[in-house]
């Protein structure tokens, strides 16, 4: 039930309102009394947090043709489409999200939760196989029987006792010398690995420095949650593509320094042909927990092909420059990544 109660003026805005007028003329709200009902409210917060209005089917329809999107909004169609950076939040996020479901889904995250777990029982193995070791030392001084003894020894040789010195051919080694000569790594037994908390570890091993003890406990944390640091990695990945974005636009800029587009919309460019490739990867991996192989391949091919068809219409080039220019481009873009993919993984690290 709607609470209406209309007035002269508009409750935001002031402005005088005409007579029987139900939104503002002036700033579009509602004429009412101010209170919702609390569908209502669900309704409007909802529409504020995703926006996802009509103008959402137009702004489909529109990317389905490479680079007419662009050139739409380069002719002042901005009302019926998404915002270029709200477009590429979304579909980027929505691509990241069906990225981490696949993950956890896969045999990747069991393949890595399975080596943890093995790490695990074959601590467990050793450390049992050594107190076995312990016992049958202890009982060859205290046993006088020879059948008692023959006894332990053949029990101990079933559970493949290991020597006492097992441990320290058992263990996880971390030589991290990044800052010196006088940083050092640790060799770390599986049984303190497991058991013992990152600060213990490092005290008892005897880290020394800032650097090296950052580095140090990072790296077991990353022995004791591989899954969990490379799930933090993909959510990272829509900040790398973000900051990505303005050096794309640059190198645009540079090569099609002749075109009169200003350096926003070379940047306006490059968010909307990256939300067409999330959105085409994200509908692959929605219907498709392991796509087909030839439709992987005909995606990869199509994220090739659509940016270079984008290129030509939006930059209205004929086919050789602009297939040099989209070289130029891919290269610089392959360099981009790389770097970008590394400094998002240092930080990753560092902040795992």
Not at 174 to 190: C, E, P, R, Y
Not at 206 to 233: C, H, T, Y
Request: proline share 4%; hydrophobic share 45%.
């Amino acid at each position: 039930m709607e609470n209406e109660s209309p007035t002269q003026f508009c409750r935001n805005c002031n402005a005088p309102l005409p007579e029987g007028a139900q939104y503002c003329p002036n700033c579009s709200q509602r004429n009412h009394d101010g209170r919702f009902t609390f569908w209502e409210f669900m309704t409007e917060a909802l529409g504020n947090l995703f926006n996802l209005d009509n103008r959402i089917f137009g702004t489909l329809k529109a990317m389905v043709i490479p680079g007419k999107l662009t050139t739409a909004y380069f002719e002042g169609k901005h009302i019926r489409f998404y915002h270029p950076l709200r477009l590429f939040m979304l579909t980027g996020l929505a691509l990241i999200s069906i990225i981490t479901v696949r993950y956890r889904q896969g045999a990747s995250y069991a393949k890595m939760e399975k080596t943890v777990v093995e790490m695990e029982r074959n601590n467990t193995e050793n450390q049992l196989k050594i107190h076995l070791d312990s016992i049958r030392h202890n009982l060859d001084k205290e046993l006088q029987n020879p059948v008692a003894i023959a006894a332990v020894d053949t029990f101990c040789a079933r559970a493949e006792v290991l020597s006492i010195d097992s441990i320290g051919r058992d263990s996880a080694s971390f030589n991290i010398a990044l800052f010196g000569d006088k940083t050092k790594g640790i060799t770390v037994s599986n049984r303190d690995l497991f058991e013992l908390p990152v600060d213990s570890i490092l005290n008892k091993y005897q880290a020394k420095g800032f650097w090296n003890r950052l580095l140090i406990s990072r790296s077991i944390r990353m022995m004791k949650g591989v899954n969990e640091f490379l799930l933090s990695m993909f959510s990272n990945i829509i900040w790398m593509m973000l900051v990505m974005m303005p050096m794309l636009a640059l190198c645009l800029k540079l090569l099609y320094y002749k075109k009169p587009y200003l350096f926003y919309e070379h940047l306006i460019f490059s968010m909307h042909v990256h939300s067409a490739l999330f959105l085409l990867f994200f509908l692959l991996l929605a219907f498709y927990q392991t796509p087909p192989e030839w439709m992987q391949v005909s995606a990869m091919l199509l994220s090739i092909i659509y940016p270079f068809i984008a290129l030509k219409r939006v930059y209205k080039e004929g086919i050789f420059k602009t297939t040099v220019k989209y070289i130029i481009i891919s290269m610089a873009y392959s360099v981009l990544i790389i770097f970008s993919f590394v400094f998002m993984a240092i930080i990753s690290f560092a902040l795992f």
